[in-house]
């Protein structure tokens, strides 16, 4: 059977299901996605923006899909500390797909500030949903919108801003409590709807981890609208392990002097697909995109960016390291817009990468478009190993070899966590990143089920 095939027997089979477990805000577009995705299927390496990543063999594996809440076994407080010390005003915990309720306090927010289900917020979802991620345009978005049952929304008014940054724990969950038998590997689709009002600000953390030693596929779809003035810091933190498949699309828009600062931090996975499609629709806007990637062993790693400067006056900023050893695989593919009429935007995009070994292997492609003519913009890429020469000097000071590699290793990807203005994360990262260069972060930091 082909992979399309299954999804689209799946989702006739289910539909009812479906709709009685969703919102009517999700439902109303759920069958207009899956006649767009049966007309796409999945993307072949032919398309352009998925070359490097074999998408239809990815969803291949006959996945039991997460249809039904799933309850896991233990506390997820108990299961999952949080990582980021002083950190969080809220905690939250969506196991695979589905909220995890609880009575325990989650930190006071201000009044107004919406962080809970869509299911709860009809008007708010029915305004926003879906009109940034469009199911006619990318398959996995269409897939994620048809089988997907419920959503984070965060909605901040206007002139509110959330002082402390929100931490989000995604858990992946295969066994039900009190069941005979183990569910088999799981596909979950996750989604999240972010508003900020005019001169709104929130910081938000996700971090994904896997509490069991199984196969998932999780697919993930973030739409965010930034409003004039408002400030959106988005930080997306992976620690799975290396059975997981994460492939995720971020859709930003962003208003008249409004600034996204956005981070994607890959410390642990098994292949990992990340997309990034930001708009600016205002003037004066600004965007700072990081990416920092450490893979091993057979990790592939594949981050894709598409920043569109459709008025002038607009700044952004993208710069994306990886580091891989063993047999891994990293890809950046970045692509900076710049439409007629977008006069005085500047743009810089980066990519730095460091291959360990002569099996790992790096693609990358920075591109610009431009159709401006008073414009600043500017693009590299760099594929080396490490410098033989700083490896010789440190060995005649009595550092051994490996030593060196951490300690220039470290170097090379902090330049990355140093932009973040997250403190505390910044902190946490410099730490995690040391730990996992040492080769003793090889499994959910924090996680007590799987010791």
């Known amino acids: 059977m082909s992979s399309e095939k299954q999804y689209?027997?799946?989702?006739?089979?289910?539909?009812?299901?479906?709709?009685?477990?969703?919102?009517?805000?999700?439902?109303?577009?759920?069958?207009?996605?899956?006649?767009?995705?049966?007309?796409?299927?999945?993307?072949?390496?032919?398309?352009?923006?998925?070359k490097y990543t074999d998408m239809q063999k990815l969803f291949e594996p006959d996945y039991g899909v997460n249809l039904s809440r799933l309850q896991?076994?233990?506390?997820?407080?108990?299961?999952?500390?949080?990582?980021?010390?002083?950190?969080?005003?809220?905690?939250?915990?969506?196991?695979?797909?589905?909220?995890?309720?609880?009575?325990?306090?989650?930190?006071?927010?201000?009044?107004?500030?919406?962080?809970?289900?869509?299911?709860?917020?009809?008007?708010?979802?029915?305004?926003?949903?879906?009109?940034?991620?469009?199911?006619?345009?990318?398959?996995?978005?269409?897939?994620?919108?048809?089988?997907?049952?419920?959503?984070?929304?965060?909605?901040?008014?206007?002139?509110?801003k959330v002082d402390r940054a929100i931490q989000v724990i995604n858990i992946l969950k295969g066994t039900p409590q009190n069941a005979q038998r183990a569910v088999p590997d799981l596909m979950v689709n996750r989604r999240v709807l972010i508003v900020l009002e005019e001169g709104a600000e929130i910081k938000m953390l996700f971090c994904d981890h896997a509490a069991d030693d199984k196969n998932f596929l999780a697919t993930q779809v973030i739409e965010a609208y930034v409003g004039e003035n408002a400030s959106l810091d988005l930080y997306c933190m992976e620690e799975t392990h290396h059975k997981n498949v994460r492939v995720s699309n971020v859709y930003i828009d962003q208003q008249a002097n409004s600034r996204v600062n956005h981070?994607?931090?890959?410390?642990?996975?098994?292949?990992?697909?990340?997309?990034?499609?930001?708009?600016?629709?205002?003037?004066?806007?600004?965007?700072?995109?990081?990416?920092?990637?450490?893979?091993?062993?057979?990790?592939?790693?594949?981050?894709?960016?598409?920043?569109?400067?459709?008025?002038?006056?607009?700044?952004?900023?993208?710069?994306?390291?990886?580091?891989?050893?063993?047999?891994?695989?990293?890809?950046?593919?970045?692509?900076?817009?710049?439409?007629?009429?977008?006069?005085?935007?500047?743009?810089?995009?980066?990519?730095?990468?460091?291959?360990?070994?002569?099996?790992?292997?790096?693609?990358?492609?920075?591109?610009?478009?431009?159709?401006?003519?008073?414009?600043?913009c500017a693009h590299g890429s760099t594929v080396g190993q490490l410098n033989d020469a700083a490896l010789f000097y440190m060995r005649q000071r009595g550092i051994s070899l490996q030593e060196a590699k951490v300690l220039l290793q470290n170097a090379f990807i902090n330049e990355v966590i140093d932009h973040m203005q997250l403190e505390p994360l910044r902190d946490r990262l410099h730490y995690l990143v040391e730990k996992r260069f040492r080769g003793e972060l090889n499994k959910c930091s924090g996680c007590k089920l799987c010791k």
């Open 72 to 160: 896991i076994p233990v506390d997820p407080y108990e299961a999952f500390r949080c990582d980021v010390p002083n950190l969080s005003t809220s905690l939250y915990f969506v196991v695979n797909d589905m909220f995890y309720h609880d009575e325990k306090p989650k930190g006071h927010l201000p009044e107004g500030v919406i962080i809970g289900s869509m299911r709860d917020y009809p008007e708010l979802v029915n305004k926003y949903y879906t009109k940034l991620a469009k199911t006619s345009e990318d398959a996995i978005t269409a897939l994620n919108t048809m089988l997907a049952q419920d959503g984070m929304l965060v909605y901040v008014p206007r002139n509110v």
């Open 263 to 376: 981070n994607v931090i890959t410390l642990h996975n098994g292949i990992t697909r990340n997309k990034l499609d930001l708009t600016f629709s205002g003037e004066g806007a600004e965007c700072q995109c990081y990416g920092c990637v450490i893979a091993d062993k057979q990790q592939h790693v594949d981050n894709n960016t598409l920043i569109v400067h459709k008025v002038p006056h607009c700044t952004s900023q993208e710069l994306y390291k990886y580091v891989l050893d063993d047999k891994s695989t990293g890809a950046f593919a970045g692509r900076v817009l710049v439409e007629h009429g977008a006069q005085k935007t500047s743009s810089q995009m980066t990519n730095q990468n460091l291959t360990a070994t002569k099996e790992a292997r790096m693609y990358t492609q920075p591109m610009l478009e431009i159709y401006a003519d008073d414009v600043k």
């Open 8 to 50: 689209i027997e799946l989702y006739e089979q289910a539909r009812e299901m479906i709709f009685s477990h969703a919102p009517e805000s999700m439902n109303v577009v759920r069958d207009q996605a899956f006649e767009d995705f049966r007309k796409q299927g999945f993307p072949s390496k032919k398309v352009e923006r998925y």
